[in-house]
T-cell receptor
């Protein structure tokens, strides 16, 4: 199994540009999570999906952030327009059952730098 | 609201010595507790979890954690540290309502040879 796949691994963009982060969960997992990690705020849950449906998006910081999961094998996190304070490492994770009581499998992360 | 605290930013131990990484939590109901480890430039990896049952939970790489309900703690332990254990460790908590996992700030473990 390839694990959770994220792309790109690194993204450098300029303020105001649109950024799209991509995630492919582990096959058969039906829960997917997007996290953001910064030195100041640590690891924050942005949104999570169960069976492709968004369950909790209360962690999404602003309307500039949006996430979709069009099918069981793909999800995107979009930031439009991006700002320097969005610079962080963004992780995607998936879990094999509904709910969050089982272990989550994390991808390698996307390091985003907004200049 | 649920929360988790890791009171130490960094823990330093010598190889071969026992290690403890501390975690305390606050939830409204019964806690679901997790430990994850993060190596440089990598995603988090699951170590162990407590849902119910025996208070001493054993996990990957020789780690274990003890659930203490009266002290609302879930400290991570290992009897003999290895240099390769050096990493960032996260404690996480949820309650029975199925709300999101809340992660602590993380504790950097440094094991010297």
């Amino acid at each position: 199994d390839a694990g959770v796949i994220q792309s790109p691994r690194h993204e450098v963009t300029e303020m105001g540009q649109e950024v799209t982060l991509r995630c492919k969960p582990i096959s058969g997992h039906n829960s997917l999570f997007w996290y953001r990690q910064t030195m100041m705020r640590g690891l924050e849950l942005l949104i999570y999906f169960n069976n492709n449906v968004p369950i909790d998006d209360s962690g999404m910081p602003e309307d500039r952030f949006s996430a979709k999961m069009p099918n069981a094998s793909f999800s995107t996190l979009k930031i439009q327009p991006s700002e320097p304070r969005d610079s962080a490492v963004y992780f995607c994770a998936s879990a094999p059952t509904s709910g969050i009581y089982n272990e989550q499998f994390f991808g390698p992360g996307t390091r985003l730098t907004v200049l | 609201a649920q929360s988790v605290a890791q009171p130490e930013d960094q823990v330093n131990v010598a190889e071969g010595n026992p290690l403890t990484v501390k975690c305390t939590y606050s939830v409204s109901g019964n806690p679901y507790l997790f430990w994850y480890v993060q190596y440089p430039n990598r995603g988090l990896q699951f170590l162990l979890k407590y849902i119910t049952g025996d208070n001493l939970v054993k996990g990957s790489y020789g780690f274990e954690a003890e659930f203490n309900k009266s002290q609302t703690s879930f400290h991570l332990k290992k009897p003999s540290a290895l240099v390769s254990d050096s990493a960032l460790y996260f404690c996480a908590v949820s309650d029975q309502a199925g709300t999101a996992l809340i992660f602590g700030k993380g504790t950097t473990l440094s094991v010297s040879s």
